[in-house]
């Protein structure tokens, strides 16, 4: 094999990873959050809070988000999306990202269809301004 060669096939071999780490939605990480009731840093200026608002059991349980300012006043300004699916079987219960709708309390809702037992994710995007501010996980077992 000439030179040539081999330095286009080591060529061939060292682009490979560089095109398949090319960014795409499916690669974004969401890092696993603190526990649910826990305080968690949102940006520089705000923290939030998450967790169903009862034990979830099969069927529909409803997760709430709670944004507050640092200094604790509640904060509505932020977009936030939910994607519930199970690690274990990827795309089989994938409910997509869909909008938590505000209460008039100003909590965040969305209603999530537990449909089996196991292991569930639920994926966090918290936008405001149309540009994703934190993305995190909840990972439970049903
Ligand atoms: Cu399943």
């Known amino acids: 094999m000439s030179k ?12 490979t990873p560089v095109i398949l780490a090319a960014p795409t939605s499916a690669q974004v990480d969401y890092p696993t959050l603190s526990k649910p009731g826990r305080k968690v840093p949102l940006g520089k200026d705000h923290y939030f809070t998450y967790g169903f608002t009862q034990q979830p059991k099969l069927g529909t349980a409803v997760m709430r988000v709670e944004v507050f300012t640092q200094d604790g006043k509640r904060d509505t300004s932020f977009a936030i999306q939910g994607d519930a699916d199970m690690p274990s079987m990827r795309g089989a219960h994938s409910s997509g990202p869909k909008a938590f709708a505000l209460s008039k309390k100003g909590a965040y809702l969305l209603p999530v269809q537990l449909v089996m037992p196991g292991d569930w994710e639920i994926r966090f995007t918290f936008l405001k301004n149309g540009q994703a501010v934190l993305r995190g996980a909840y990972l439970f077992d049903l």
Do not use: K, P
């Not at 040539?4 to 682009?15: C, N």
């Open 4 to 15: 040539v060669l081999i330095a286009s096939f080591l060529g061939m071999v060292f682009a």
